[in-house]
């Protein structure tokens, strides 16, 4: 691990101690779980073969760091050089075990065995004895290997150049560059939702092309982080896997073992009590029901005299919600593409009327419908907590987006 380890916030699960814990041990495990090593099982050497499906390899990862990261194992370590071997141990054991389930575990007792060792692979025990660390070389690819990669990655690169400039700055952002939802989402000055889904939209599109080349697997979220991967000089897992295991580690650590399971029952049970007699007590009228709660949703309504025409001039008037500081209002056509109707002269929004928090109250700047107007087009009011720029309030409007403190009302333009 990088620099000093507080040995005192990782027993008592400080969320960055931990995460850096997990670092420590991430790449190495990860390595040895591809690559496979040779150990011993009831004193007799035996091989474990790496795993070589990449989602499968990264369960293995997870699980075996998890395991030494309970509380429990946490409060009785003693130094930081304790915790990576700790961790090479569990993944043994796990692998050991797997291997065995599954019929793999190579025994190296007979010379010829010994030959079906590849090269590279390491005596974890003797390296565990000598308190030093596995390499992070990776496992080298057989003509099989290399030519489903490269079928994977042409496959990947004909879906991409279909792709809009968008996508394949997102894929070289994300999937080269390793960086995360939000650092992208700065980039592209937009929502963090939005990258989430657009990653999403894109990972779908690329599982369709690799289900052509590979049609007889069920290809996951991690082997396709591998092909969008950038060939590297060693064995270490892509930046997209990387941050994947931090994050799922992390979500199985606990600062406090949970309580058994009879405990947590004893107190669903009551919950569960209490939620029954406060639905009794609404169906008998002694509590309000939800229906009847006084808090008004946000509104925006919509007036022409005489009529809604194109070029016409419109009284707008809003409903905000009760922490709403600013609004923005915007025509959005069947197409989906925003206009500003109401907005500040840069295209931000505006502050919220007085009054507006408590009735419809009229929004006091003029307002004149586009001289495109299309049939069937509705406003849509944007409000915010916080200033939003003329972009955002543009694709919050359109619904490309969701925002943090932001609620959109719309109704249709007669």
Same mark, same amino acid.
């Given at each position: 691990? #990088?620099?000093?380890?507080?040995? !005192?916030?990782?027993?008592?699960?400080?969320?960055?101690?931990?995460?850096?814990?997990?670092?420590?041990?991430? $790449?190495?495990?990860?390595?040895?779980?591809?690559?496979?090593?040779?150990?011993?099982?009831?004193?007799?050497?035996?091989?474990?073969?790496?795993?070589?499906?990449?989602?499968?390899?990264?369960?293995?990862?997870?699980?075996?760091?998890?395991?030494?990261?309970?509380?429990? &194992?946490?409060?009785?370590?003693?130094?930081?050089?304790?915790?990576?071997?700790?961790?090479? %141990?569990?993944?043994?054991?796990?692998?050991?075990?797997?291997?065995?389930?599954?019929?793999?575990?190579?025994?190296?007792?007979?010379?010829? =065995?010994?030959?079906?060792?590849?090269?590279?692979? =390491?005596?974890?025990?003797?390296?565990?004895?000598?308190?030093?660390?596995?390499?992070?070389?990776?496992?080298?690819?057989? !003509?099989?290997?290399?030519?489903? &990669?490269?079928?994977?990655?042409?496959?990947?690169?004909?879906?991409?150049?279909?792709?809009?400039?968008? /996508?394949?700055?997102?894929?070289?952002?994300?999937? %080269?560059?390793?960086?995360?939802?939000?650092?992208?989402?700065?980039?592209?000055?937009?929502?963090?939702?939005?990258?989430?889904?657009?990653?999403?939209?894109?990972?779908?599109?690329?599982?369709?092309?690799?289900?052509?080349?590979?049609?007889?697997?069920?290809?996951?979220?991690?082997?396709?982080?591998?092909?969008?991967?950038?060939?590297?000089?060693?064995?270490?897992?892509?930046?997209?896997?990387?941050?994947?295991?931090?994050? =799922?580690?992390?979500?199985?650590?606990?600062?406090?073992?949970?309580?058994?399971?009879?405990?947590?029952?004893?107190?669903?049970?009551?919950?569960?009590?209490?939620?029954?007699?406060?639905?009794?007590?609404?169906?008998?009228?002694?509590?309000?029901?939800?229906?009847?709660?006084?808090?008004?949703?946000?509104?925006?309504?919509?007036?022409?005299?005489?009529?809604?025409?194109?070029?016409?001039?419109?009284?707008?008037?809003?409903?905000?919600?009760?922490?709403?500081?600013?609004?923005?209002?915007?025509?959005?056509? #069947?197409?989906?593409?925003?206009?500003?109707?109401?907005?500040?002269?840069?295209?931000?929004?505006? !502050?919220?009327?007085?009054?507006?928090?408590?009735?419809? /109250?009229?929004?006091?700047?003029?307002?004149?419908?586009?001289?495109?107007?299309? #049939?069937?087009?509705?406003?849509?009011?944007?409000?915010? %907590?916080? $200033?939003?720029?003329?972009?955002?309030?543009?694709?919050?409007?359109?619904?490309?987006?969701?925002?943090?403190?932001?609620?959109?009302?719309?109704?249709?333009?007669?």
């Amino acid at each position: 691990m #990088p620099g000093a380890m507080d040995l !005192a916030a990782f027993q008592r699960g400080d969320m960055d101690a931990l995460a850096a814990a997990v670092r420590a041990c991430r $790449d190495v495990l990860w390595c040895l779980t591809r690559r496979g090593f040779v150990t011993h099982e009831d004193g007799l050497p035996v091989y474990v073969r790496g795993v070589e499906d990449p989602d499968v390899a990264l369960h293995e990862v997870v699980r075996a760091i998890a395991l030494v990261l309970t509380p429990e &194992r946490r409060a009785s370590l003693e130094r930081e050089g304790q915790l990576l071997p700790r961790a090479l %141990r569990a993944a043994r054991d796990r692998l050991v075990a797997r291997a065995v389930r599954a019929g793999t575990l190579v025994s190296l007792a007979a010379e010829e =065995e010994r030959a079906e060792v590849p090269a590279g692979v =390491e005596d974890l025990d003797a390296i565990l004895d000598a308190d030093g660390t596995p390499s992070l070389d990776a496992p080298a690819p057989d !003509a099989t290997q290399l030519a489903d &990669r490269e079928a994977a990655q042409q496959a990947c690169n004909q879906a991409l150049r279909q792709s809009d400039e968008r /996508t394949r700055t997102l894929v070289h952002l994300r999937f %080269r560059e390793g960086r995360t939802h939000r650092e992208i989402a700065d980039h592209f000055t937009c929502g963090h939702a939005a990258i989430f889904a657009h990653e999403a939209r894109l990972r779908r599109h690329l599982y369709r092309a690799l289900a052509k080349v590979w049609p007889d697997r069920k290809v996951g979220p991690v082997a396709l982080d591998l092909v969008l991967a950038p060939e590297g000089a060693d064995g270490r897992p892509p930046p997209v896997t990387a941050e994947r295991i931090d994050a =799922e580690v992390l979500k199985r650590t606990f600062q406090e073992e949970p309580r058994a399971f009879g405990a947590r029952l004893g107190w669903a049970l009551g919950f569960s009590a209490v939620a029954a007699a406060l639905w009794a007590l609404m169906y008998l009228g002694v509590l309000p029901h939800p229906d009847q709660d006084r808090v008004l949703e946000p509104q925006v309504s919509l007036q022409c005299n005489p009529a809604c025409t194109p070029g016409a001039q419109a009284q707008v008037k809003v409903l905000a919600p009760s922490d709403a500081q600013l609004v923005a209002v915007a025509v959005v056509p #069947p197409d989906g593409v925003a206009q500003p109707l109401l907005t500040r002269p840069g295209g931000g929004p505006l !502050a919220v009327p007085f009054g507006a928090r408590d009735v419809l /109250t009229e929004v006091p700047y003029p307002a004149t419908l586009p001289a495109d107007l299309a #049939p069937g087009s509705v406003a849509v009011a944007v409000f915010s %907590r916080r $200033d939003l720029s003329p972009h955002q309030v543009i694709e919050l409007a359109s619904g490309r987006v969701v925002l943090p403190q932001t609620l959109t009302a719309s109704v249709a333009i007669p």
